[in-house]
């Protein structure tokens, strides 16, 4: 337990080291451009109807997206356990001179389990760093040309964010030659 409690300490360390480089410690906020709070704001009742159907379109594709990204890394967390509750068995093959490739093996699959988290957390590093850019508005384009780029625009980088996380695991397979 000691060994694997080292290993997740370690890696935890780098973690909130990029965290912290990052400025992850406090909330970003992001705004959306005067000229699109403007535009909308004009609108009347009839013109405002496709607008609440770009929004909830765009809003249901935002909220899918979350829940896959959410069960990503909730699915991350108990391969954190399933790895620890289990690692008593391959670490005790390090007891015999033939199966001690078992073991070395695991620690290796441990290790990448724990640097997951690291391409997770840069992911949303990136994907912070494209939201929080002003989108390029027209100002003379409709309303609802302007809603469905602006909602174009987040659920592409949602779009990068979720491909990101989820292939977070053979990102660091690769890396780590597994």
Known sequence: M???LALFNIVQGVISTIMTA???SS???TTLPQEMVD???SCGFFESIPLWAVTLIGG???TIMSFILIMTVYGRFFKLYMYTALAPVPLSTFAGEPSQN???SFIKSYC???LEGAVIVLACIIFSLFAASPPVVNPDAAAVTQVWAYIGELLFNMLVLVGSVKMSDRIIREM???
Request: aromatic share 8%; net charge negative.
């Open 102 to 104: 078992v073991g070395k």
């Open 22 to 24: 990052a400025g992850f």
């Open 112 to 114: 990448a389990v724990c």
């Open 176 to 178: 780590m030659g597994l």
């Open 60 to 62: 249901l594709f935002i």
């Open 39 to 41: 535009t909308i704001e």
């Open 2 to 4: 000691e060994l694997m």
């Open 27 to 29: 909330a970003q906020h």
